[in-house]
């Protein structure tokens, strides 16, 4: 079943509704605080990583840092672009 995003961020009330963003990131997500898409909004992607890292006490694939880009990205603008598009970002 196609994922349908919301064309406004601000009526995303899931974590699973933002693009990019499955039931295992959205756990990942949850189990550093961030249990709305609305905490996204304005956050530090690598700040976010390192907090998974640190809470889950293992280093995790780099790609991680793309897919929460991509999700901070959509909260603030609204655009919907694929995780991959961020990893030049990230490099």
């Known amino acids: 079943m196609k994922k349908t995003i919301p064309a406004d961020p601000a009526t995303a009330s899931r974590l699973e509704d933002l693009p990019n963003i499955g039931c295992a990131i959205a756990a990942d997500l949850r189990l550093i605080g961030i249990d709305r898409p609305s905490q996204l909004a304005g956050n530090d992607a690598y700040e976010l990583y390192d907090k998974l890292c640190a809470a ?36």
């Not at 293992?58 to 991959?84: F, N, R």
């Open 56 to 91: 889950t006490n293992q280093k995790h694939d780099p790609c991680v840092i793309d897919v929460i880009l991509s999700a901070i990205h959509y909260m603030d603008t609204g655009e919907t672009l694929p995780w991959w598009t961020f990893t030049p970002e990230r490099k």
